[in-house]
């Protein structure tokens, strides 16, 4: 029998879950009401079915996703391109976003004590740093699952204080739809859960778990067990914050994470703020930690270099993505959130070409041997790339004119 103890699934919940998931829920909530509660469900499945993939590769395969993918390619010149796209995008884009859990975690401590934007984005910058330099995963997990556990409490307590409908949740919950100009923030809420690099920090995490190779099963169903609870959770606390939202629906005007903890006074008295400042600081601290966390571990594997937290190779590249945030941060000092649903809309358009890539490495015997994709496995993985890939190609079109 599996032994349960949250592990590397967490980190990859407290790695989605940041400032870019409470914005899009909570522009679903207050857009859409209930209605695109059935892309969270969609996303936590395809996230476990993916996750699990990426895991096996690291147990099993006793490497990373990014050296299982330089392992896999013979060319040497489509190699190379390959992990340059693949180093290059993971570092760019994890420093583009560090700015903004940087900044969402600000917001909600400015929500809390009312300190000045700046100095809390140099502080939290520092404090994730600080985390990161120990070098010890065991500390960095243990810190991420005390975050974790602040924001379910505070997102699922205040979802339950609005009181909604059953019906309305349960509608938007098993009948899936997309309202007229909601196919945006259908991608978004996929592409902030369905995260590239978390199949990157996975793979390399669930070996530093699980390092045993005389234990490849029993390790395998417990990274599984672990994966299924944490991402489950997680997206319980992105449902929790869509349903925090649906309150506002019809109200008009931009609506951001600030927003909606000042707007639900009324409904749940002057605490709002602080409760919902408390869930967006927790959710943009786990993001500043795992970002770089990710980006390292994903350019290390794809420059060949070894995996370990300690190295001064995966610091520098944990700290570029840091560092980049914090700066970012500081110098421009604004509000991520009018950018935030693209960004994270353009995740889900990158999403099928990584995908492919992980079927193709996990049904590798000669990577993962006997824990290699099952049918139902690959017919699952299969069916989240067509459906990602369709949503994505729908908006590629409407964006460039070809449809309505």
């Known amino acids: 029998m599996a032994r349960f103890r949250f ?47 990426a895991a096996r590769v690291g147990i099993a395969g006793r490497q990373g996703l990014a050296e299982s993918i330089r392992a896999s390619i013979a060319s040497p010149l489509l190699r190379s391109t390959l992990m340059g796209l693949i180093a290059a995008t993971i570092l760019l884009g994890n420093a583009a976003f560090q700015a903004g859990n940087l900044l969402g975690a600000s917001v909600g401590l400015n929500l809390v ?17 600080g985390l990161l330099l120990t070098g ?68 390399s995490t669930a070996l530093e778990q699980w390092p045993e190779p005389s234990r490849v099963e029993e390790n395998v169903r417990e990274a599984r067990l672990d994966t299924i609870c944490s ?38 008295g002057p605490a709002a703020p602080l409760l919902f400042g408390a869930g967006l600081f927790a959710a943009g601290l786990t993001s500043s930690i795992t970002a770089p966390l990710a ?27 840091l560092i980049s945030g914090v700066l970012f941060g500081v110098l421009f000092g604004g509000s991520p959130y009018r950018v935030i649903i693209v960004a994270q809309a353009g995740n889900a358009v990158m999403l099928p070409i990584l995908l492919v890539l992980l079927l193709v490495i996990a049904n590798r015997a000669d990577i993962v041997g006997r824990f290699r994709n099952t049918r139902l496995v690959n017919a699952l993985g299969i069916l989240v790339v067509l459906v990602i890939g369709s949503l994505s190609l729908i908006q590629l079109a409407r964006l460039t004119g070809l449809a309505e």
């Open 7 to 53: 592990g590397p699934g967490l980190l990859v919940s407290a790695a989605f879950i940041g400032p870019g998931t409470i914005v899009t829920a909570s522009t679903a909530g207050a857009s859409y009401g209930a209605a695109l509660l059935w892309a969270i469900i969609f996303s936590v499945a395809a996230t476990i079915v993916l996750q699990d993939m």
């Open 113 to 129: 004590t009312g300190l000045p934007l700046g100095a809390i984005v140099a502080l939290i910058g520092t404090l994730a740093g």
């Open 136 to 203: 010890r995963y065991r500390t960095i997990q243990n810190a991420l699952i005390a975050l974790v556990g602040l924001m379910s409490v505070v997102f699922c307590g205040v979802a339950a204080l609005t009181a909604p409908s059953l019906g309305e949740l349960a509608r938007g919950a098993l009948v899936p739809s997309v309202p007229p100009g909601a196919l945006i923030v259908v991608l978004a809420l996929i592409g902030t859960t369905v995260v590239t690099y978390n199949l990157f920090l996975h793979a």
């Open 231 to 268: 991402v489950i959770l997680g997206g319980l606390v992105t449902a929790s914050v869509l349903v925090t939202a649906m309150p506002l629906q019809g109200l008009g005007g931009d609506v951001d994470a600030a927003a909606v903890g000042q707007r639900l006074e009324p409904l749940l």
């Open 295 to 321: 980006a390292a571990y994903a350019a290390s594997g794809a420059f060949g270099w070894t995996p370990d937290l300690r190295s001064a190779r995966l610091r520098m590249l944990g700290g570029f993505v």
